[in-house]
């Protein structure tokens, strides 16, 4: 069962660089969620969506930008990456809004030089 | 968005000792609550849900107050493979609202 899946799992960028990050869930969940998680700081939301075609800022969405064309995929974009933007993210899924758990991906490690 | 606070720790223990987290949320309207367990360098895994009543599995125990807003999680006979980070969880309109975990160390 692949669940949630998250590619890449580990990328490189420089300064400036673009890139997209891709969150795709094969158990027709509604939400989905992309989160960043930093030493010391636990997981900060990004941004979510709560369905197909439609998404939601979170805690700290400043530098990315998200789109959810399809239900399965939640796609996270950095337009030009920055140093502060080193992190581990993680991307979730969840089947609906009250009381259902949420499923995470493996996570991508991303490192901006 | 809303708040789940927690105690970051961390909680060193002595292996087969108990222990017990709480949590607070701001949010009166969550309806639903978890605990997740996260590894070192590995994404969060659930643990358990929360119901009002209480719930038990196996060594662990989790406990809802809704009156004062707040969640347990109660480990017994804590193994060395307890070790982790457990986040706490609340569900509402909006979706899920993480906390930022309590690290846990047991020691042998």
């Known amino acids: 069962n692949a669940g949630v899946t998250q590619t890449p799992k580990f990328r490189v960028l420089k300064t400036g660089q673009s890139m997209t990050l891709l969150c795709a869930q094969d158990m027709n969940h509604e939400y989905m969620y992309w989160y960043r998680q930093d030493p010391g700081m636990g997981l900060r939301l990004i941004h979510y969506s709560v369905g197909e075609g439609t998404t939601a800022k979170g805690e700290v969405p400043d530098g990315y930008n998200v789109s959810r064309l399809k239900k399965q995929n939640f796609l996270l974009g950095l337009e030009s990456a920055a140093p502060s933007q080193t992190s581990v993210y993680f991307c979730a899924s969840s089947g609906g809004r009250r009381t259902t758990e949420a499923f995470f991906g493996q996570g991508t490690r991303l490192t901006v030089v | 968005r809303k708040e789940v606070e927690q105690d970051p720790g961390p909680f060193n223990v002595p292996e087969g000792a108990t222990v017990a987290f709480n949590c607070t949320y701001s949010n009166s309207a969550s309806q639903s609550f978890f605990w997740y367990r996260q590894d070192c360098r590995k994404e969060p895994k659930l643990l358990m849900s929360v119901y009002s009543s209480g719930n038990e599995d196996g060594r662990f125990t989790a406990q809802l ?44």
């Not at chain 2, 307890?82 to 909006?94: M, P, Q």
């Open chain 2, 65 to 108: 107050n809704r009156a004062s807003q707040y969640i347990s999680l109660l480990i017994r006979d804590s193994k060395l493979s307890d070790s982790a980070t457990y986040l706490c969880v609340g569900g509402g309109a909006d979706g899920l609202t993480f906390g930022k975990g309590t690290h846990l160390i047991i020691q042998p």
